[in-house]
């Protein structure tokens, strides 16, 4: 039986959305997806790109990721002007994100959601429904008696 090169499934991702498989799109569409569903920054993936010997800057980082979006295999969550995560989950799901910890967690979705929202306005469609419920740390309860 013969054996399967390394980057073949990355090389027929990339090819079946559409993009051109070059190196490093290869090199990082094989660092995102090859390990199960995750949430990665660019910032992330970049560093796990220069630790296995992927010489990739950040800014094709950012470009691949971007890329990758828009070409329907990767879902951008936005957490705030400047803080996004890159979700290789791109199924119908919502998000938990710990704002102590930066962890966002994965919570399935609900088409019972969408029944719920208020109707569009005239002419539009709604695409996507973004649900991402911030944690954070209980404070440490007061006893009754030391209020």
């Known amino acids: ?21 070059t190196r490093q ?9 090859e390990g199960g569903d995750r949430h990665v920054t660019a910032e992330q993936l970049h560093a796990e790109a220069m630790t296995s010997g992927l ?13 990758m979006t828009d070409a329907g295999i990767l879902r951008e969550v936005v957490l705030q002007a400047g803080r996004s995560y890159f979700d290789t989950n791109i199924t119908l799901h919502h998000h938990f994100f710990h704002e102590e910890s930066g962890w966002l967690f994965d919570v399935p979705g609900s088409p019972k959601l969408l029944e719920a929202l208020p109707p569009p306005p005239p002419g539009t469609q709604v695409k996507q429904v973004d649900v991402i419920i911030r944690l954070t740390e209980k404070p440490e309860e007061i006893p009754a008696c030391a209020k």
Not at 25 to 33: E, I, M, N, T
Not at 55 to 67: C, F, G, I
């Open 1 to 21: 039986m013969p054996a399967t090169r390394p980057y073949k499934r990355a090389f027929e991702r990339l090819a079946k959305a559409g993009l051109r498989p």
């Open 25 to 33: 799109r290869v090199g990082l569409s094989r660092l995102l997806f």
């Open 55 to 67: 010489r990739v800057s950040l800014a094709t980082v950012y470009n691949a990721l971007h890329q």
